[in-house]
């Protein structure tokens, strides 16, 4: 049986955005908000999720990944807004928003998707909308959820926290109980 890895690429975050991302999820919890919270030290920016891929292909994804960065300079983003997917009404994320060099981030995640989209398992079909996950919202959890696009409301008037974007990031994921646990496998500097 082969070995696999679950990876994804992504943006790693600085301190203030993981302290955003708890303060955040803090706020809901307090309105006694219920629902699958990340742990704010494992949050990151997504660009592109592989799933499952055999052990031997990881140098091949490496130099993929390599690729897409070349030619690309760092960008500064900011976190800024909330809200969730799909909607307010029946949501199943809770999220922070990312607005700044947009343009610039897009153009990577498609750099990425092109020199190692094949690696995934599933092509995304929808629009890349950047985001930084706060909660998986589960059935169960939607009646907890009154007064919420008020709350997140809140959240959207916060200030800007600007951060640098100077490396993409390929990580291991791997599933327990109490929680994900994200390795990095390797950094590609941009620029």
């Known amino acids: 049986m082969r070995e696999e890895w679950r990876l994804f690429a992504a ?9 955003r991302v708890a303060a955040a999820i803090a706020q809901l919890q307090a309105r006694g908000y219920r629902a699958k919270w990340v742990d704010p030290d494992a949050s990151h920016l997504t660009i592109k999720f592989f799933g499952s891929v055999p052990v031997s292909a990881v140098p091949e ?5 390599r690729a897409s960065v070349l030619g690309s300079v760092p960008f500064e983003l900011r976190v800024n807004g909330a809200g969730a997917f799909p909607h307010l009404e029946r949501p199943r994320v809770l999220w922070l928003g990312i607005n700044g060099a947009v343009r610039e981030l897009t153009q990577l995640v498609a750099r990425v998707e092109r020199t190692a989209g094949h690696f995934a398992e599933a092509t995304e079909t929808r629009p890349y ?13 939607l009646p907890t959820l009154r007064g919420l696009p008020r709350e997140l409301e809140r959240l959207a008037k916060l200030p800007p926290i600007p951060f640098s974007v100077e490396h993409l990031t390929l990580y291991r994921s791997e599933l327990f109980r109490s929680g994900p646990r994200y390795t990095v496998v390797e950094e590609f500097m941009l620029g």
Do not use: Q
Request: hydrophobic share 45%.
């Open 11 to 19: 943006l790693s975050l600085p301190d203030e955005v993981r302290e």
């Open 129 to 141: 909308h950047p985001h930084i996950t706060l909660a998986r919202v589960r059935p169960e959890d």
């Open 61 to 65: 994804l490496i130099a993929a990944l």
